[in-house]
């Protein structure tokens, strides 16, 4: 019933956007659903020509995985896209207990009956680079091998302590792993290298991106890849990319498109759940150009008296917009305020923070009518979201100069919410003065 190119499940909510941000960018209209759609709602989205579901398995473990995974990919393969994704982040923050890629592979191998999975990492949009197999990421205008990366070799869940990726997947997985490397996918000979390599090849296939050229060779590849092994892939929105180069050379889509601006509103409300030392800059930025910001306390708001915490939080929230002001209200200024360990030592602690913050952003947009707001944290979006009862997202203004954070429309069927202007934004991702360019519904 539709020409669907790709279908994608997302590991947190801000990395699902980070797809269709690529994707709507390039012309293809793309559709982010919070979950299994139901009909009428799935029918609302016909136009569209890429499918993806927002989940949250970054953050659980491989038993939740098995329950939850299985499902959402069986849902996906029924698409028939030619493409289905497990979309991973770009740093590849992951481990056995967390947010197991390998365990994801696994499942999404078995429902789709595939014996072999390709696996893009890199995407120099995002300043992400893969080398025979090592993955590189920028910080402060500086790349780093990511084990030694400042933020994600401290990263407060699953810090990174292995760029080589294979090596990094065999402490999750007992799937054997291969690589293309950058002197195969440049090589003259190079479809012939790439057929004598799988041809009995089983388990999982790296592919490097270290550049535009190697990109849209990895691209091209792919597509020859899946067409012989299956259309199961998985990776960052480096997967995306890549294909886009394919996919416009077959043809298959148009030319990138420009979108309009929405223009400023008065004011916003954001909430972050993160401890990146990025998005502490761009938190006091934001204080810096106007914004009021409400430090919060974790510990208080998953305790024992929690909901007196979150009724305070919003109180303080009311005070500040009612000034005409946006506010930030925040659980870490940086890294030396993380209270992980802490909140740690609680049973679902983490989870209910990110509800915590849901509620209180859902609670400001009801009583002041908001029609933008923020979420910072890729842990959190991926659980707060689901507090606003949105059932879809859409693309409403990418950014281009700091892909990866655009800001979106919201769908769904609570008024308050449906056609909510909101962007979700991972920890490391954006410039310094990310929420007044929000606010201000710029590009840049």
Partial sequence: MR???????????????DVMEALASNGIPTVLFLGIPDQPLFDRFQNCRAIGIAGTSRSETPAWMQEHLGPALEWLKALKAGICHYKVCSTFDSAPEVGNIGK???IGSATFEQKLVPVIVGAPQLKRYTAFGNLFAAYQGRIFRIDRHPVMSRHPVTPIHEADLALHLGKQTDLPVSLADLVLLSSPDADAGIDQLIADLSGILLLDVDSAESQAAAGRQLKRITAAKGSFVAGSSGVEYALINAWREQGLIGPSIEFQSPGRVDRLAAVSGSVSPTTERQ?????????????????????????????????????ALKT?????????????????????????????LGWALGTILRRLVETEGLSRAVIAGGDTSSHALKELRVDALTTLLPLPQTPGSPLCTAHGGYAPTDGLQIALKGGQVGADGYFAQIRDGRKA
């Fill in 3 to 17: 020409d669907l190119l790709v279908s994608y499940y997302g590991d947190d909510f801000t990395g699902s956007a």
């Fill in 104 to 106: 994801a592979i696994e």
């Fill in 283 to 319: 938190i006091r930025t934001a204080i810096a150009d106007g914004f009021e910001d409400i430090p919060l306390d974790p510990l208080a708001l998953v305790g024992t008296n929690g909901e007196a915490a979150l009724d305070a939080a919003v109180a303080a929230g009311l005070v």
């Fill in 324 to 352: 005409g002001r946006s506010v930030i209200l925040h659980t870490a200024l940086g890294p030396s305020a993380d209270r992980g360990a802490d909140i740690d030592q609680l049973p679902g602690a983490r989870h209910r």
